[in-house]
């Protein structure tokens, strides 16, 4: 588990333990079901005081990041009410395990077949329907899809689709990775909910430390969720030597960029903000996106 911490830093080290736990699982570098190290473990490895590691894991407990299993260990939240999820590895084994359990639950193989066949049959949909549940990471992520991909794409939060399930109707439905638990018994089987990873900061890193002097750096995003996360994240590269400051765009003063050396912008702040530089971050990881524009040309292939 790669952690990096700065001691001297304005931000507590449990807050930048936290969010660069939550970093690793967002990314999917922290698997579904992964045992975390255990506090003295990581108290050790890091040189901070145990205490400091346990308030971080209570901390990801309560936000429910983090289930305890497996006796007092620690693990990643599952993928299907807390459990680990043990994926097969490649098509063989997944439609192997699919006729495994069609058996163990009592249908033949011709039901099977005929199950394929009907799911495979199913009209295409005609738009991407991204659900999560902040307002401003959901548009967020509708922007991504929007300018990488040439479909329609339309959002909605949990609580939406929950009470309309006619708003998938059509569509195929995507949603942060971290969210599959609530959102997939909300999608109909019959055409599989599609998670969206999200990439790695490691480029913005890069340019914090290409810094030569002592600097402003300022994140301007849609999302509270990205706000909150910034400080534990940067925390390890700004250090004491640099400042941060968040806004939350729509800015209600632009002016307030005018101290700033190095401006963070989402996708949707990018085109707001014009004073320069100014360094884009996208939230879905390439290879998401990827497999989001291949579900959606298969589709029309049919």
């Known amino acids: 588990m790669e952690i990096r911490i700065h001691k001297t830093s304005d931000v507590p080290l449990r807050q930048q333990l936290a969010e660069q736990i939550l970093l690793l699982v967002v990314t999917g570098k922290l698997k579904p079901g992964s045992l975390v190290p255990s506090v003295r473990e990581l108290a050790r490895r890091l040189k901070i005081h145990h205490n400091t590691v346990s308030e971080a894991y209570q901390d990801l407990v309560r936000r429910k990041w983090l289930v305890r299993r497996r006796g007092s260990h620690l693990m990643v939240r599952g993928l299907q009410d807390g459990l680990p999820v043990q994926a097969p590895v490649d098509l063989d084994d997944i439609i192997n395990e699919a ?7 009592g249908y033949t193989l011709q039901a099977l077949r005929r199950r394929v066949r009907e799911i495979l049959s199913e009209e295409p949909p005609d738009h991407i329907l991204v659900v999560a549940q902040e307002p401003g990471l959901r548009l967020l992520l509708q922007r991504e899809i929007q300018d990488a991909l040439s479909w329609p794409v339309e959002g909605c939060s ?16 995507a949603t942060p990775a971290f969210a599959l638990t609530e959102v997939e018994p909300l999608v109909s089987k ?3 909910l599609i998670p969206l990873e999200f990439g790695t900061p490691d480029h913005l890193f890069k340019e914090i430390d290409q810094l030569r002097e002592p600097s402003v750096i300022v994140v301007v995003s849609a999302s509270n969720v990205c706000l909150r996360a910034a400080d534990g994240v940067l925390a390890p590269v700004i250090g004491d030597r640099h400042s941060l400051a968040k806004f939350l765009w729509p800015l209600e003063d632009p002016a307030a960029l005018a101290g700033a050396d190095l401006i963070l912008c989402d996708s949707l702040a990018i085109h707001a903000v014009k004073k320069k530089p100014c360094v884009l971050y996208r939230l879905i990881d390439a290879n998401s996106m990827n ?12």
């Open 190 to 192: 019959q055409r599989p």
């Open 99 to 105: 006729v495994r359990r069609a058996r163990e639950e």
């Open 291 to 302: 497999y989001l524009r291949t579900a959606m040309d298969s589709y029309q292939e049919k």
């Open 158 to 173: 949990q609580g939406d689709l929950a009470n309309n399930r006619g708003l998938a109707i059509g569509a195929q439905v």
